[in-house]
């Protein structure tokens, strides 16, 4: 039996099955307060980590509720957090978590009762009501019909008992979007915790540099509010790279991202708008940035080549990056690459195996078409075997589907 065959004959009981029975996960709920959603933390209270370590208020909205929030000492109640979405949302459901915390040598630390306020861009905070949490335990609340927000404030008002100390592991606020995203540019200087930093951004494309290292770079694609790109270091021992998603605060004046190495999230990237006279030594280079990176590092990831979910079609806004990888093969005559398909861990292996490689053999197909001898290219898919950053996070989800391109050995 011919291999294409064969595949099809393995595959097809799975055909007959439904989603579920299939391992086929659902589509991810929408949460407007995953950072890669577009929301930003704009008020914080004290609390007793910082930046993204555990017990910072990023946590609460991670995605994950292995990690949690927790309140300085001696403030265990009142804590308030403000975050503004990235458009106007119709909201449906609370989730709250309070999963791995740390009762056994704090009892009761666990969060009880919260307040969620919701509001519009401009105008009066609204109450949507107390809502209760046990311990160790995931509870969801059902809104209100017809809730919308695009600013929402959570306030702790209660725990199980402890004086000293309140925890919570996670906050979701499902829902879909009401209205359009209004995309906020990252273009600009900013003076980050890693140097001088400048941003420059053509349509969706963004390129990059700070001073940190000579010859440091970003490269990736804007999406609402966000932008997610590759980081590399030239250095003597090798270039250290990995991913990273930014956005820019509400007010224009601040950006704040997070960055992963080894596949493993790493630190906070963050610093205040500045002007240009303050900004790094270094020239973002603006063109070639894949070219440079497959001979640099013979692989470069393309979050540019763009997927519906569960699609293997190329979304329209995804030409502009299938243009520059057409324009880097045409450049070097002799170069085979493969194209790799990878995915996040949301759904069973068999599926997702199958659709990154049918994602992979889609972009070979545009650029066989568009030219290049199919002797050159070969299409790969990995599923989700090959993270580079934390499937437990919405952030490191959305960094892990993706397409790479990596030198043919």
């Known amino acids: 039996m011919r291999v294409a065959e064969a595949f099809k004959t393995a595959l097809l009981p799975l055909l007959l099955l439904s989603p579920a029975q299939a391992g086929i996960a659902p589509p991810e709920r929408l949460d407007a307060l995953d950072f890669d959603n577009g929301a930003f933390l704009v008020e914080q209270s004290e609390s007793y980590g910082s930046g993204i370590s555990n017990w910072s208020p990023w946590r609460l909205t991670d995605g994950d509720d292995g990690t949690g929030w927790c309140s300085v000492q001696g403030k265990p109640l009142g804590a308030t957090f403000v975050w503004e979405l990235d458009t106007t949302w119709r909201l449906d459901t609370l989730g709250l978590a309070t999963k791995d915390l740390q009762e056994e040598g704090y009892p009761g630390i666990s969060a009880r009762t919260v307040e969620l306020y919701v509001a519009p861009a401009q105008g009066a905070w609204k109450s949507l009501g107390k809502f209760s949490i046990g311990k160790d335990e995931r509870r969801e609340h059902p809104l209100p019909k017809g809730t919308q927000a695009e600013r929402v404030k959570l306030v702790i008002l209660e725990n199980h008992g402890n004086a000293d100390f309140t925890e919570l592991s996670e906050v979701d606020l499902f829902g879909e979007r009401a209205a359009p995203v209004v995309a906020r540019k990252i273009e600009g200087n900013y003076m980050t915790n890693y140097g001088p930093m400048r941003f420059v951004q053509e349509a969706d494309e963004v390129y990059g540099c700070y001073d940190y290292v000579d010859g440091a770079a970003v490269w990736g694609t804007a999406s609402g509010r966000n932008a997610r790109v590759s980081w590399n270091e030239p250095r003597a021992d090798g270039t250290r790279e990995g991913t990273a ?8 004046d601040q950006i704040w991202g997070v960055w992963y190495e080894h596949g493993a999230l790493a630190g906070e990237w963050t610093g205040p708008r500045v002007p240009a006279a303050d900004g790094p030594t270094c020239t973002p280079a603006r063109k070639g940035q894949l070219e440079r990176g497959l001979k640099r590092s013979g692989r470069v990831v393309l ?22 990888l057409l324009g880097a093969l045409r450049s070097d005559k002799d170069v085979r690459v493969v194209i790799e398909g990878h995915t996040d861990a949301m759904a069973a292996d068999a599926y997702n195996l199958d659709l990154s490689n049918r994602r992979a053999k889609s972009v070979v197909a545009w650029l066989v078409k568009s030219g290049i001898p199919a002797a050159r290219l070969e299409a790969k898919g990995y599923g989700r075997m090959r993270p580079i950053a934390d499937n437990t996070t919405a952030q490191g989800r959305a960094l892990n589907r993706r397409v790479e391109v990596s030198v043919a050995k």
Do not use: C, K
């Open 303 to 324: 979050y540019g080549i763009r997927f519906d979910t569960g699609s293997d079609v190329p979304r329209p806004e995804s030409e502009r990056t299938l243009g520059e």
């Open 245 to 252: 998603t930014f956005a820019v605060a509400p007010a224009g």
